[in-house]
Every structure is written in C-alpha cells, then in structure tokens.
C-alpha cells in the first residue's frame, strides 16, 4: 500500500539551529513533492513544491531536497526562529489523490 | 473570493441529525479535495473533484457520507446521521488544476456530534 511517513512527530530545537525533517514514501513514483505548514486551528498553507528532476530547490530560509532513489525528501529551516514554530507537512500526488504525511510537530525555543 | 471560503466555521450538532458543510473555491480551480483531520491527526482524505465530476470517491468512510460540486464552483459536504466519530474538523482545498500542485485551503469546519 502507498505510504507518507514523516521522520517524527515533535522536534525540539534552539533559535537558530537548523531543523530538518524527513519524509519517506513507498510505492509512489510522484512527479513532484510538497510542503506544507500548519498552524494550530488553521489549515495547511503551502510553501514549496520539488519537481523528480530537481535535487534541491530553496526559499528564503527553508530548502527542500528530493532524492527520487531513496524515495525520502529532506525539509530544513536554517537559522530557525520561534514563529517557526508549526506543523510541517509533506504531500504527494498520485493518481487524482493529493495524499498527506502525518506532520512533524516543530518547536524553537528562544 | 481571494482565498478558500468554509461555511459554518463551527457546526455543533446532535447525534442522527445531517449536517452540510459547504466550500466555496478559489474561482478558476478546477480541482477541488475533502479532508477530514480529527484532533491530533494527519490530513485523511475524503474526496476529489475535477471540475463536476468525483474520479475518486474511495476516501468516505461510509455510505453516510456524500458530496457534490456544481458549477465547478462551490462544493458541499453531507454527513447523514452523524455519529460521534465523525466530528473533526472538515477541511476544503481547490488548485488550479490537478496536474498544478499547490493547493490552496480553507479554515475549516470544526464539527462536533453530541
């Protein structure tokens, strides 16, 4: 069966290190992965797309690497702030489904 | 409207009466998806529509559960004597189209059966 699995569910860090967060999937062959965040009580906003033929694509303070072989994508956020502090998402398409990781609970602490 | 658009922002009803949660889309998305996301939970997805048509209807839990979108606009949600397992929250998202990626969510519908 088709599987998200995010690396773990909370991750406790320090303003100002980098986070990073893992999402692995199995018997997908997506065209492309998203990320999301979610804010508690609200719904999930989109941040970055990564298409199969890109390895890594940036914005701002966060960077996202896809790895097609492994099947596993890597969310980081540099110098990480406290309004940093969310659920983080990763996303697949396949089929007409857009079907979601269970999220990483991330807190930065000041 | 400029965003995803959810209505009732909260809906507290009694358990075996129906409910209708309505979405209203961000105009021009043919692509419009259902999810449901119990406390402390992942996003569980519930239904797909491109533009009127629902090619994958695999995620409703049961037969109590339906949808429908009309116009390629707005979309509504119907839970039918609701159980006190189906309250959560009731989340809408449209995209461009489902070959574009990026989804755009509404707030929500907080649901909760008494």
């Known amino acids: 069966s088709q599987k998200i699995e995010q690396n773990s569910e909370a991750l406790n860090i320090q303003e100002g290190k980098t986070a990073t967060l893992t999402c692995n999937y199995t018997n997908y062959s997506p065209a492309y992965l998203q990320w999301y965040r979610q804010d508690p009580g609200r719904g999930p906003v989109f941040l970055l797309l990564?298409?199969?033929?890109?390895k890594e694509k940036r914005k701002e303070r966060l960077k996202v690497t896809f790895d097609t072989t492994l099947k596993q994508s890597l969310f980081h956020i540099t110098a990480s702030q406290p309004a940093d502090s969310a659920t983080y998402l990763c996303?697949?398409?396949?089929?007409?489904?857009?079907?979601f990781g269970a999220g990483t609970t991330v807190t930065v602490r000041a | 409207g400029a965003g995803v658009s959810q209505s009732p922002s909260n809906k507290v009803t009694e358990k075996g009466k129906d409910v209708e949660l309505r979405c209203d889309p961000i105009?021009?998305?043919?692509?419009l998806y259902w999810y449901r996301q119990r406390l402390g939970q992942g996003l569980e997805f519930l239904i797909y529509f491109q533009g009127n048509s629902a090619p994958d209807k695999s995620g409703l839990p049961s037969d109590r559960f339906s949808a429908e979108r009309t116009g390629e606009s707005v979309s509504t949600l119907t839970i039918q004597r609701t159980q006190q397992e189906d309250s959560a929250v009731y989340l809408c998202a449209s995209s461009l189209d489902r070959l574009v990626g990026e989804a755009f969510f509404g707030q929500g519908t907080r649901l909760t059966v008494v």
């Open positions: 996303a697949l398409t396949a089929d007409y489904k857009l079907s």
């Open positions: 990564i298409r199969e033929n890109e």
């Open positions: 105009s021009g998305h043919t692509a």
